[in-house]
């Protein structure tokens, strides 16, 4: 499995409806700081709006990089 198929899996699994995009492979905190933009909503014309700072109290780089290990 490649390491951004065990990101997307772990994610998943701490949150299975989470909605983001990200720019490149997940693999350190700083990645998940600063590779990662969240959505948090939709403006009136569909435009997603994201942040780079997780909205999730479920998610955070510990938890994901412990499900991403057990994959």
């Known amino acids: 499995m490649s390491d951004i198929e065990k990101f997307w899996k772990a994610l998943r699994i701490l949150k299975a409806n989470v909605e983001c995009n ?3 492979d997940i693999l350190t905190e700083d990645d998940f700081n600063n590779n990662i933009e969240w959505v948090t909503g939709v403006t009136e014309k569909g435009s ?4 780079t700072t ?5 998610i955070d780089w510990n938890k994901l990089k412990t499900e991403m290990d057990k994959l």
Do not use: N, Q, W
Request: glycine share 0%; net charge negative; aromatic share 0%.
């Open 22 to 24: 990200v720019k490149d």
């Open 48 to 51: 997603a709006i994201s942040t």
């Open 54 to 58: 997780c909205p999730h109290s479920e």
